[in-house]
């Protein structure tokens, strides 16, 4: 099945303790990203990545890091998580950026961060 | 950059017809995507515009008007199970076609 898969979906933590949330895909798709989502807010676009080794930043990078060894992942870093930066994470992948690449969304990582 | 809006919520009857609106204003334009979110849920795409016009799909239209920076997502024959949060997302012009830009959400709620 076709499908971009997110682990943990559900993580505690505490302040300054470093995690990864994983991000794997399996359709071959060149471009990936990373969105946040904030009550009564939008998604919001953190880092997202063209190809393998491709990394840009998006609207809100900062206290997050990635990379992109390999096509099929892309892991989300957080070296010192603070707690606004309790959220629910999507990771999302799409074949390109051509005309009408619609991106497929994981299922989610709510994080907390006490 | 870019700045999405869209209406925070919206009510409307099982059955009937229901616009949502989107305004952008961009820095750059190469396509405009909708996507359906139910509570809980990750985002589902809807429809895409990239020209102006009008783009049908079953149940859901979408327009664009690109000279006007407007958008909005038809929805016919609504059902209960359209109750959810659409989306509105627009993709950055060819040189930063990475960057994708989404508004803060209409929640539909579908009454019966």
């Known amino acids: 099945e076709a499908q971009v898969t997110q682990n943990p979906r559900y993580l505690i933590t505490v302040t300054g303790k470093k995690l990864t949330v994983t991000c794997s895909q399996n359709?071959?798709?060149?471009?990936m990203s990373w969105y946040r989502q904030d009550p009564g807010l939008g998604l919001r676009q953190i880092y997202y990545?063209?190809?393998?080794?491709?990394?840009d930043k998006g609207d809100v990078p900062e206290g997050y890091k990635v990379s992109r060894k390999e096509k099929r992942n892309f892991p989300l870093i957080l070296e010192s998580p603070s707690p606004n930066q309790t959220s629910l994470y999507f990771c999302?992948?799409?074949?390109?950026?051509?005309?009408?690449?619609?991106?497929?969304f994981g299922p989610g990582t709510r994080l907390t961060v006490l | 950059g870019q700045n999405i809006d869209q209406p925070t919520e919206m009510t409307a009857t099982e059955g009937a017809i229901v616009q949502i609106n989107c305004t952008y204003q961009?820095?750059?334009?190469?396509?405009l995507f909708w996507y359906q979110q139910h509570a809980g849920e990750a985002p589902t795409f809807l429809s895409y515009?990239?020209?102006?016009g009008l783009e049908e799909k079953g149940r859901f239209s979408s327009f664009l008007s690109r000279s006007k920076g407007y958008s909005y997502l038809l929805l016919k024959e609504l059902q209960m199970k359209d109750s959810a949060s659409y989306l509105c997302?627009?993709?950055?012009?060819?040189?930063?076609?990475?960057?994708?830009?989404f508004g803060d959400g209409t929640t539909l709620t579908v009454k019966p």
């Open positions: 961009t820095s750059g334009f190469n396509g």
């Open positions: 990545s063209m190809n393998v080794e491709v990394t």
């Open positions: 359709m071959n798709h060149e471009y």
């Open positions: 515009n990239v020209l102006d």
């Open positions: 999302a992948s799409s074949l390109g950026t051509g005309l009408g690449d619609t991106q497929y």
């Open positions: 997302a627009v993709r950055d012009e060819d040189t930063n076609a990475g960057k994708s830009t």
